[in-house]
């Protein structure tokens, strides 16, 4: 049975003050719920996040990481410093990335491998675009996606990392793929890893995003693949976050 993960992409979002506030009712919202719950920050917060979170259940990472282990490279942060913070997770190659700051598929895998190898554990970010969709070539985008990180760190890599599904088309907008939309990308992402190693395919963590609601999350996490869900704009709501962290169980 795999634990249910529920994590939160603040993105470009937050302040001390506001970030305070929040994290102050999430904590309270979280006895007796059953899943794991995680909220990614931009970076200048991971700090905050370990002074706030760290003797609570509540779990924290960033939004991206740098392949680089250290050296001259301006404006970016490495696994090693994200760890310093406390983080566990760190989301790579979320389509925001890919698409307005040029990650490619190989870069996204150096990522994936950077964190791994700290110990951080890489959420990965996996969807198609609406016309790549509509195009028929959903299974293929997302296989081709996930293919260059298992090509790269090898298919065991995921057994300490978590898959997240998001159509870019449902990110941002209002528009939710369906559960059963979502559960087919799901069970082709696990077929995928099972045909290389079902065990460890039986105990990966899938999550969905993209326009995940209190209102929808229910039915989506009832699918047999879908684990949990990567919360964009309810992550910043604490009534809604912990509305879809109920839904999670
Ligand atoms: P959304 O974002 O929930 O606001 O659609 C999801 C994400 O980008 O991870």
Known sequence: MRKKLVAGNWKMHG?????????????????????????????????????????????????????????????EVSAAMLCEFGCRYVLVGHSERRSL??????????????????????ILCLGETLAER??????????????????RAGVAALASAVVAYEPVWAIGTGVTASPAQAQEVHAAIRKRVADLDAGLAEGLRILYGGSVKPQNAAELFAQDDIDGGLIGGAALVADDFLAICQAAG
């Open 101 to 122: 700051f040029g990650e490619s598929d190989a870069v996204v895998a150096a990522k994936f491998v950077a964190a791994r190898e700290v110990g951080l554990v890489p």
């Open 15 to 75: 302040s001390l003050q506001a970030n305070a506030a929040l994290l102050e009712r999430l904590k309270a919202g979280m006895p007796g719920l059953q899943c794991e719950v995680a909220v990614c920050a931009p970076f200048p917060y991971l700090a905050q996040l370990q002074a706030l979170l760290a003797s609570t259940q509540v779990r924290w990472g960033a939004q991206s990481v740098s392949e680089h282990v250290s050296g001259a490279y301006t404006g």
């Open 134 to 151: 509509e195009a028929g070539a959903t299974a293929a985008v997302v296989s081709r996606q996930l293919d260059a990180v298992i090509d």
